[in-house]
């Protein structure tokens, strides 16, 4: 059984105007939220994003949180930034920081958090990291 993410008050994944991907293959109705559509330039196929403001924080951001809790996406629900931090090489966060496709804040509260990993999930994470990356 996975640990939930204690993010208690944060909500710095809301925060990343090109990381808030929809997934219609994993079920989210793409419809259903104010979104954006991107072409991948390898493919040619379409890209779908969670509309964002200005300052780069999803539509769906209020002042307490999400507005749209219940129905969020299927990202928003799994995410889990320990993790994220964990098994990807210093080299590919900063990457994915420099694109706008996570940010620093993200990886910070990942690493405050990373003691609320089992050993268990970190041994796994570790060993995913080896298995992808060396
Ligand atoms: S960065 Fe981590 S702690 Fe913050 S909202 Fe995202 S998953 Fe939760
Ligand atoms: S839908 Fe909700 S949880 Fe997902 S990025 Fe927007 S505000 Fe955050």
Not at 14 to 33: A, I, M, R, W
Not at 79 to 88: M, Q, S, T, V
Not at 105 to 111: E, I, S
Request: glycine share 6%; hydrophobic share 30%; net charge neutral.
């Amino acid at each position: 059984m996975p640990t939930e993410v204690p993010c208690n008050t944060c909500t710095e994944c809301c925060k990343t105007n090109q990381g808030l991907f929809l997934h219609p293959e994993q079920g989210d109705d793409v419809e259903s939220y104010a979104h954006r559509v991107l072409t991948d330039q390898a493919t040619g196929t379409p890209v779908f994003l969670l509309a964002a403001n200005p300052d780069g924080h999803c539509v769906y951001l209020g002042l307490s949180g999400c507005t749209i809790y219940d129905r969020r996406p299927i990202l928003c629900r799994t995410f889990d930034c320990r993790k994220h931090y964990l098994i990807l090489p210093r080299q590919d966060r900063d990457n994915l920081v420099r694109l706008g496709l996570s940010s620093r804040a993200v990886f910070n509260a990942a690493r405050a958090r990373l003691k609320t990993l089992s050993p268990e999930e970190r041994q796994d994470c570790k060993e995913k990291r080896e298995e992808f990356f060396s």
